[in-house]
């Protein structure tokens, strides 16, 4: 059945990308998007790590309109950069005013992703489906912005996100903790309407008169910051944008597609089904380092749609700690650009415990343990993440994460890792004369502690997991990307994922996941 989109800028962006690139791929399904984020085409934009999430990380290197930077101070000011803009390669469909105290951008993101038969001598309800299968995604957004006083010590941004999607990952997405494509979630269910994806406050308050250089993206609009700050946000957003960012690998549009190698899978971050809460941040910006603390809605049910707004009783609160040098500096040349993010968080929220579901069933109580049947106001999850990247040369980039959660209570609102160790890296195409161009490799290893091992070894099921029985394995994910710059805002890419034990399962496996991705930046 063809999906027939109701937002015109999904729909005309994604027909136009899956025309060029996916002519004869039929099976299209629907689906709903998880978080949306935007391209970083190239390497070293200046102020690289000045802003803390995917989407400006993503568009700082753009200077032709989106993110035109003023690099040079002087009384020419923004029309200095304007008229940089114009001698730049185009890397979006049209450029856009770097002046303007308003904000107008979009993006649409179409991703197909097929697998053939795998070993797999039983399957359950909530299992990756032993079978050839085809499936596709579309995600469109519309961002809008407008500053109430530019570029001052005191600068506000009034941020406006819209998003509709379509399509269905494979499986529905089920039968992996780490799930292959980014844009989609657990729910077919959900409407593909358009929905408000942010609406936000951003509030910058100065501590010195100093200002340095801002690359401008859809949730930062001024070019001019003070040196040392204070920045709030509140209203709805996702907590990526701001949390566990790495420039390397945070961005499903232009980049990997797994959910736990776009972010950490051992963070538990409040959201919704699709991704996003009602939060506020507070964040301190100095010169090479930066802290945060957000406290954000939980949703009413695992990976529900509805956000519990008694906060006192129900909340996650996150904190990390940013030092913009990385691993590597005492081994590389001191220009290169790296970074370390320390993360913590807590959540409480209305969460069933594995052990006790367990100890249910084998008393006899229950015919399957159930994380239902044990879920309790108070109940606590908390976990820490480990964040880094490297530049290496002017082509090659290196990232890694760690993460941990105790494991105790039921996953509630990503996924179902306990604990997760990611490495990879990527490179650009300057050496054989496509710059724009990007290729990158990631290994990612999923673990889940013993309580949660047998729950679903005795039939439990999860949001995402549950094959009715577990022979327990480390789920071990190795992707890759060629991304292509065609012209102006439009990109293609070819991919794979190889997963071993799907699911933490050594019954079962393994798999390879094809992927074909068009990507249209307006």
Known sequence: MLFRNPNPLGSAAAGLACAFLLTGIYGVAQSCSRVPSAPEPRLRPQGWYQSGNPIQLAYQPLRTGFSAVIDAAGPEGDAAGDRQAETEPALTMAPHSASARYWVSGQ????????????????GTNSLIDDLETKASEVGTLYLGYQLRPNSRYNTDLIVDFENAGGRGISQALGLAGATNLDVVRNPNLSSAPYLARGEIHQTIGLTDEMVDQDRGPLALATKMPARRFEIRIGKMTLPDTFDVNSVGSDSHLQFTNWTIDNNGAWDYAADTRGYTVAGILEYDDKVWSARYAIAAMPTVANGMDLDWAISRANGQNG??????????????????????????????????????????????????SIIATERFGAVKYGFGFNTE????????????????????ESFAYTEVAQTVLFGGDYNGHDWRRPNDK???????????????????YGGLGFLLGDGNLNYGRENILEWYYNVHIWRGLYGMLGGTEIANPGYNRDRGPVYVSTVRAHIDF
């Open 390 to 409: 490297q530049e290496v040369t002017d082509s090659l980039r290196l990232f890694g994460r760690f993460g941990w959660n105790d494991d105790r209570n």
């Open 439 to 457: 290729v990158g490799v990631a290994f990612v290893s999923n673990a889940i502690k013993r309580d949660h091992q047998n729950y679903l070894h």
């Open 320 to 369: 990390e700690f940013e030092l913009r040098k990385g691993l590597l500096a005492p081994f590389v040349k001191s220009k290169r650009e790296g970074a370390i993010r320390i993360l913590s968080y807590v959540n409480h929220a209305h969460m069933g415990d594995y052990r006790a579901s367990v100890e249910q069933y084998l008393a006899g109580r229950i015919a399957r343990p």
């Open 108 to 123: 649409a993101n179409s991703i197909f992703q097929a697998h053939g038969y795998f070993h797999s001598p039983y399957q």
